[in-house]
């Protein structure tokens, strides 16, 4: 199994340009969500969806888009990119939110400049 | 508001000395207790579930506990392996829909 598969790992962009974070699960996974791991700040919730068609905010949602067509995948979109959005990105999903066993992608590191 | 607050920050040990971590959380309502661990580079990778005080968890030198307001992560004799970012996260019981809060983690080392 592949698990939890983010792209791409490293990406640069400039101020104002948008781009989408791809995350792919091959798990059957029902509950999915977006982190950013900050320096100091830990893990921070940014959009999560509990099924096909069913997403909703997290922590820090502002600046970012989510949809999920498929159970399989669920893209972050950056609107306009800000250097505050320099960050880790991680994906995890679960097949169950009680028992809190995410499995975590590897990681999409974004810097904005 | 909800929170977890976890210590020391960093914590270095010898191989073969044992310690503790610790998670203290204010919630309204625990429905879960987790802890990850998290290897440079990489995302977290779970390790444990607690979901009620007196719970307690093991896997090979970790032991996880629980009681009303904090959890430990126990590490016995530990080796230079067990280096790492250990996060504890929980899950509020009026959250119905899977939002978990991290901690910042507690960075160890463990030198030869």
């Known amino acids: 199994n592949a698990g939890v598969t ?7 962009l400039k101020t104002g340009q948008s781009m989408t974070l791809q995350c792919a699960q091959d798990m059957n996974h029902e509950y999915m969500s977006w982190y ?4 100091g700040m830990g893990l921070r919730l940014i959009h999560y969806s509990v099924g096909a068609g069913i997403t909703d905010q997290g922590e820090v949602p502002n600046g970012y888009n989510v949809s999920r067509s498929t159970t399989e995948d669920f893209p972050l979109r950056l609107l306009s990119a800000a250097p505050s959005q320099t ?12 028992a809190g066993n995410y499995t975590f992608g590897s990681g ?3 810097t904005v400049v | 508001e ?3 607050t976890q210590s020391p920050e960093a914590l270095r040990l010898q191989e073969g ?3 503790s971590l610790n998670c203290s959380y204010t919630v309204s309502g625990l429905r879960g207790l987790f802890w990850y661990r998290q290897d440079p580079g990489k995302g977290p990778e779970f390790l444990f579930t607690l979901y009620s005080a007196g719970e307690e968890k093991e896997k090979e030198r970790l032991k996880a506990t629980l009681t009303k307001k904090e959890s430990f992560l126990h ?3 530990p080796k230079p392996e067990d280096s790492a970012t250990y996060l504890c996260a929980f899950l509020d019981r009026g959250s119905t829909l899977g939002r978990l809060y991290f901690g910042r983690g507690t960075q160890l080392t463990v030198w030869p």
């Open chain 2, 2 to 4: 909800d929170q977890v």
């Open chain 2, 17 to 19: 000395e044992s310690s």
């Open chain 1, 87 to 98: 960050s880790v990105y991680f994906c995890a999903s679960s097949y169950s939110f009680i």
């Open chain 2, 75 to 77: 590490i016995t004799a």
């Open chain 1, 6 to 12: 983010q792209t791409p790992k490293f990406q640069v």
């Open chain 1, 36 to 39: 950013r791991q900050d320096p």
């Open chain 1, 108 to 110: 999409t590191r974004l």
